[in-house]
Nanobody, 131 residues
Framework: QVQLVESGGGLVQAGGSLRLSCAASGRTFSTLSMAWFRQTPGKDREFVAA????????YYADSVKVRVAVSRDNAKNTVYLQMNNLKPEDTGAYYC????????????????????????WGQGTQVTVSS
């Protein structure tokens, strides 16, 4: 079982930055791929970024590429999402997600952007970007 708790959201002006954190419980965190998604009311959950268990192989949605960086600290059981040059369209609830078991590279490469591939979700942290 993995429990995820996001933090770091808030209200920021366009062009500003935020760093989101996702603290995980459970001994298996360091073996799991992790991902960030976001959601706005009335829309499906949208992939933002993913990271391989050892911090490599990051993937980003085209809408955030260049402006966002995902990282992790396995010693702290935490994954981060650094967001720069924020835009109003980045507004939403941001969630971190984890699968229940480790993925091989092939599975990760095919499934990282799909919410249904993940088993554990945090409660979300709200990001609001004003224009």
């Amino acid at each position: 079982q993995v429990q995820l708790v996001e933090s770091g959201g808030g209200l920021v002006q366009a062009g500003g930055s935020l760093r989101l954190s996702c603290a995980a419980s459970g001994r298996t965190f360091s073996t799991l791929s992790m991902a960030w998604f976001r959601q706005t009311p009335g829309k499906d959950r949208e992939f933002v970024a993913a990271i391989w268990w050892n911090g490599g192989r990051p993937y980003y949605a085209d809408s955030v590429k260049v402006r966002v960086a995902v990282s992790r600290d396995n010693a702290k059981n935490t994954v981060y999402l650094q967001m720069n040059n924020l835009k109003p369209e980045d507004t939403g609830a941001y969630y971190c997600a984890a699968p229940k078991s480790p993925w091989n590279v092939a599975f990760y490469s095919r499934n990282y952007p799909h919410p249904t591939a993940y088993d554990y979700w945090g409660q979300g942290t709200q990001v609001t970007v004003s224009s």
